[in-house]
DNA sequence: CCGCTCTTTGCAAGCGTGTGCAAATGCTGC
DNA sequence: GCAGCATTTGCACACGCTTGCAAAGAGCGG
């Protein structure tokens, strides 16, 4: 292992003439320096190519300017392009990300949320996976921020962020009795999530307002071979769906490559397909999904604003977004 | 803001009735201690919820255990795949991953590694962009290492993993002319990155070589959207190819996209389609591309193992991994 | 019981910062 | 020139940890 050197506030301070107490209140926002001694120090920082030693910093001001994102499937495209959001506004905000991947186990959230209390990260933002209550609890009483995204758990403390499922999934409904269609269907994977389970619920409640029936089928992971699957399973059926809404994107566009290319059904002439999430796969115009879009970028805003705000025994608990209906040519009618 | 109470080593030693020493090589791989007292401070640590502070470590050892992924386009496929492998051998290996996005402006991954030379990474990894010679003179003088992938850049002292570009491309061409297409093109973005212009080369020169032409078309970012752009120019020529060999996935999706749906051309019976990359897209049954696969989990692999060896002096420069040739049906034969 | 070796333990220094406090400096008005 | 004040500067301590060093303890053969 290489012997780093790096260079420290002292050495920039024996070269600009100054203590190093100079020396680091050039670097501190609010700092009382003399523009003089500002000079002579940026000059010898300069030149000697000195960067504040955020661990120190850290360690001092009790406050890392990490946050920590915990994250499972990050090579999906809606989890990804998040990331992206997220990555982007901390940083903006001064913040910088640490990126935990929690593929392996699903007690790996645990450990995750133990890696980010390590590093004494300001806060963690949990995109996937559910914490044990436990350790939520030890985060909370660590001082460490916290937000769920799209978990909807019932716990005191983090921010919850949430989309308006219940609502997206009846205009789904209604879009799809519009066009005419009889014989509903809600494609879901077996993943569970709270928000996915919303879906449909939302979906089924809006039916039944109708005195519609609507057939659920659940399989596998989140994602566009389960998809297949549960095109196979439903489209096989003796009544045939001739509408069919999937809890993601990733869902809808594996059910209706196999509609059309295995059964050769037309869409949306024969079959009408809602997904969720607009990935950017669902407007390529070989799917033409239509679908509600994520408002990445305003959860994204919404966490990071949260984490700046003074008192988190005053902040809100909890937050509802709305996702915009994106409508595209998957659905008859419009 | 709230105040962050972690528990430190002293209060565990209390606790425990040991020293504050005891506490620390506890918790050090490979330190003396008795089974006994280590059993006193696990069980303190345990009860307190006790956590090794890392930044103060970090500072102590002057490792800080932290990697630095600087990326761009992360919402993109491959991007993100290779992002959740390297985090994951990453964690694997004991480190942890920070990440910085660098969508906004090019200077930006200079920006990113002072970010990391804050915080005292071990290592920057470097997916995309391309730093300024003197700030990857600074990284390394300060003992950082580097990491370049995909990036082939002259510069001494990183490590470069790179693919046969070259050797891809001609098999690519191998694999047109066996289909007995006669007009070859090669859609590429106008990104310029070392890799992508590999391929178009490596294509050119293996056409040459049977004395065929190529006709060249570059347009905008490496996305979807350019894929569309680049067929319409490429399908509206006077001598219409009959064989196009897209720098990556993603463009190839667009230019197939168009190609079926605005020009009725049959894929591959009119027109035969590569790639590169292997995301997840090309193997679903809309598109079922011939592209090559990044081996992503050995770039990953080659990274982290070269982070951990001894001598940066003695260590190797550069890696180049062969990318296997998935054949789908976007080619005729096979 | 002594001398020897080996393991375990505590002390204290040091990593690179931020910051309260008091001293020093500069400036203003008389 | 001097008192009065605001601003700037340096000192020294603290943050939580690792680790070299020496002292203490444990085991053992003679």
Redesign the interface.
Known sequence: ???????SAQEVAERAGVSRSAVSRTFTHGASVSPETRRKVLEASEAL?Y??????R??MR???G?VC?IVSD????Y???L??AL??QL?DAGK??????T??SDGSVDLAL??A????ADASIILSGMPDKSITQ?CL?????LVLINRDDEQEGPLRINLDDAESASRVLTAFVRAGCQRMAFANSEAGTPSLMARERGFIAAAKALGIDVVVERFGPTG?ESG?ILAQRLLTRRERPDAVFCATDLLA??FM??A???FSISVPDQLCIAGFDDI??AS????QLTTFSQPVEAIAREAVTWLDE???AIARQSVRLHADLIWRSSIRGG
């Open positions: 292992m290489s012997q780093k050197v790096f260079v190519g960067h504040v030693n955020h661990l120190a850290g360690l009790n406050e890392s990490i994102l990050m090579g999906t495209p989890r990804s392009n990331i992206r990555t982007q940083q910088i990300a640490m990126l935990v991947n593929d392996r133990r890696q209390i390590r590093y004494r030890l009483k660590n001082g460490q921020r566009y297949k566009c594996g490559d196999t059309r290319h295995q950017a796969q390529w115009s070989s799917y003074a008192d988190p």
